[in-house]
């Protein structure tokens, strides 16, 4: 049994950051990659930002610039500091990690971000 479980969502104002955390835990001994996905209402859901064990990163295109993922092997924890944040952020945002030898993939069940005046 696998756990993952994202925190630090929130309401923030246009221009306000974010820093969001996911933790894996259980019967996962390494993980591949960990990373970011986000589902706004009426959307289907969209890669954020990946991360990893090596440490390469990926972004959306819409978040480049703003959004940084970063990553702690020991804890098994992704972060994903937010900055600028936009309305057109707003949206859950679920972690996503995968095993390093089996390549399944286990969710968390999302945290809500919403950027509004």
């Known amino acids: 049994q696998v756990r993952v479980v994202e925190s630090g969502g929130g309401l923030v104002q246009p221009g306000g950051s974010l820093r969001l955390s996911c933790a894996a835990s259980g019967n996962i001994v390494s993980i591949r990659l960990m990373g970011w996905y986000r589902q706004a209402p009426g959307k289907q859901r969209e890669l954020v930002a990946t991360?990893?064990?090596?440490?390469?990163?990926n972004y959306a295109d819409s978040v480049k610039g703003r959004f940084t993922i970063s990553r702690d092997n020991a804890k098994n924890t992704v972060y994903l500091q937010m900055n600028s944040l936009k309305p057109e952020d707003t949206a859950v945002y679920y972690c996503?990690?995968?095993?390093?030898?089996?390549?399944?993939?286990?969710w968390g069940q999302g945290t809500q971000v919403t950027v509004s005046s």
């Open positions: 991360i990893v064990s090596r440490g390469s990163t």
């Open positions: 996503m990690v995968t095993a390093a030898f089996s390549r399944d993939d286990y």
